[in-house]
C-alpha cells in the first residue's frame, strides 16, 4: 500500500523557515518523480514545486520566487521542502504526492499525503 | 505559466443530472489534462489522465474528452457521492499547474 506522511509544518512568523518532509513507503522511490501541492484555507489546488526521480530536474510554480528548494534522499524514501523567506499567503496544507507516468511526458498525481499545515502568522 | 481557467466555478445539480465541467488552457497542452476531484477532509483523487483515460476504480459515469486548448469533464448521471469540488491540471509542461476548481452543489 502506498503511503505518504508529510511532517514539519508549524506556527510560523512571517520571514521565517520551515522544512517539510515526506515519508515514502510501498513503492519504490527511486523510480517516480514527486511533488508539493497546496491549499490554502478556503482555496483550491496550487501546484507548488516538483522534482524528477533522481533529483536532477526541478521546477517551481512563479509565486515561490526562490524561496523554496525541493529534494530528495532516496537512500531514505524521502522528499523535502526547505522553504524561506515565507509569507502569510504561504499558509497552506501543504501535499505530499506521487506523480505516476502513463507515457514519456505526460504524468498524473496518483497518490497524495494528507498534508501537513504550515502556518504563517505574526 | 500556464493558466488553467476553469468554468464555472460553481453549479447546482439534482441527482441523475448530466454535468459538464470545462477547462482551458492558455496554450496548447495536447491531450497532457488531468481532472482530480476532492471532497471535504479528504485528499484528491485523481479522476481522468491524458485528458480521456479513466483512472483504475473510477466509475463509468466519468468521462474527459479535448485536446489543444479546450477540454471537458462530464459526469453522465450525477451521484450523492459526487457532490465535490472538480479540478483540471495540465502535465504538458513544468510548473503543473490547476484550474481554480469548480464546486458542484446539490440543487
Known amino acids: 500500500e502506498v503511503q505518504l506522511v508529510e511532517s514539519g509544518g508549524d506556527v510560523v512568523r512571517p520571514g521565517g523557515s520551515l522544512r517539510l518532509s515526506c515519508a515514502a513507503s510501498?513503492?519504490?522511490?527511486?523510480?517516480?518523480?514527486m511533488s508539493w501541492v497546496r491549499q490554502a484555507p478556503g482555496k483550491g489546488l496550487e501546484y507548488v514545486s516538483g522534482?524528477?526521480?533522481?533529483?536532477?530536474?526541478?521546477d517551481y510554480a512563479d509565486f515561490v520566487e526562490g524561496r523554496f528548494t525541493i529534494s530528495r534522499d532516496n537512500a531514505k524514501n524521502s522528499l523535502y521542502l526547505q522553504m524561506n523567506s515565507l509569507r502569510a499567503d504561504d499558509t497552506a496544507l501543504y501535499h505530499c504526492v506521487k506523480r505516476a507516468y502513463y507515457d514519456r511526458s505526460g504524468s498524473a498525481f496518483d497518490f497524495w499525503g494528507q498534508g501537513t499545515l504550515v502556518t504563517v502568522s505574526s | 505559466d500556464i493558466q488553467m481557467t476553469q468554468s464555472p466555478s460553481s453549479l447546482s445539480a439534482s441527482v441523475g443530472d448530466r454535468v459538464t465541467i470545462t477547462c482551458r488552457a492558455s496554450q496548447t497542452i495536447s491531450s497532457y489534462l488531468n481532472w482530480y476531484q476532492l471532497k471535504p477532509g479528504k485528499v484528491p483523487m485523481l479522476l481522468i489522465y491524458a485528458a480521456s483515460s479513466l483512472q483504475r476504480g473510477v466509475p463509468s459515469r466519468f468521462s474527459g474528452s479535448g485536446s489543444g486548448t479546450d477540454f471537458t469533464l462530464t459526469i453522465s448521471s450525477l451521484q450523492p457521492e459526487d457532490f465535490a469540488t472538480y479540478y483540471c491540471q495540465q502535465s504538458y509542461s513544468p510548473p503543473h499547474t490547476f484550474g481554480q476548481g469548480t464546486k458542484v452543489e446539490i440543487k
Open positions: 510501498g513503492f519504490t522511490f527511486e523510480d517516480y518523480g
Open positions: 522534482i524528477n526521480w533522481n533529483g536532477g530536474s526541478t
